[in-house]
């Protein structure tokens, strides 16, 4: 962040893309990968710290004290083995994979093979309770799963089928959580939680697909209908800025909410 006396607080961005300086930044004259004013002072302010991200962040107030030790650790090793301890962790860890290329901008959106996949996470989850073993930790286990595998598919440029799978989940969490929710003294925190992250995940794919207003009032007041209050989606207030007027109302109509 730069402080601009004329123009007040700027966020800058200043990197090396195909060997070439460019920055970005949210004045006029920073747009488009133009290196204005700010995003100058950046890059010499970079060279004279001899690019230390930890010493940069660390002034920015932007990485708490653990991971600022990490980063200095990172700065001092070579760029060779940095590189390769990034890749070994990328092969074991499914979700640091999906980010490092998300941060590239090298994942795609979900396609038919990925959805396929979520979904039958959802329908094994589904299907807990219907089978002739089972126990509540298999629930939680369950739920998890779908957390995660939901998780890491949003980590990829959003879509609308996605936000249909996520609601598909939440609908079948609603049911599994019930179970979880008689057993309180053992299972006090998980039903709310994983509720709380599916609720985000949807929240987070409604701001991006900016889905039509009246088609979602109908939808959130299907599954608020269906969760007895478990999912925390925070309907309609959360969503006021997607559905406007028009669909707050409509929604507080279909589940009987007073103004």
Known sequence: MVGDPDQG???VWVGVVDGGLTGECDCADGAGGRLCGHAVAVALAALEEGFSFASVASRAGEIDP????????????????????VARQAVDDRYFAALLLATAGQLPAPGPAEIAAARRTVAAAEAVPDGRNWDLYDLVKAGTAMQAELELLALRPPT?????VIEEAIAVWATLSGYLNEAWEIYET????IGAALAELHHQLCQ????????????????????DGDIFLDAP??????????????FRALTGQRF
């Not at 088609?215 to 599954?223: D, P």
């Open 237 to 250: 207030e959360r969503y006021a800025d997607i559905l406007g007027t028009a669909g707050e109302a409509e």
């Open 190 to 193: 998980e039903p709310q939680e």
């Open 208 to 227: 991006a697909c900016r889905p039509d207003p009246l088609e979602l009032e109908a939808r959130l007041a299907t599954l608020v209908g269906s969760a």
């Open 160 to 164: 609308a089928e996605l936000l249909v």
């Open 66 to 85: 653990e991971e600022q030790r990490f980063a200095e650790v990172a700065a001092g090793l070579p760029n060779g083995e940095l590189v390769r301890l």
């Open 9 to 11: 607080l700027q966020g």
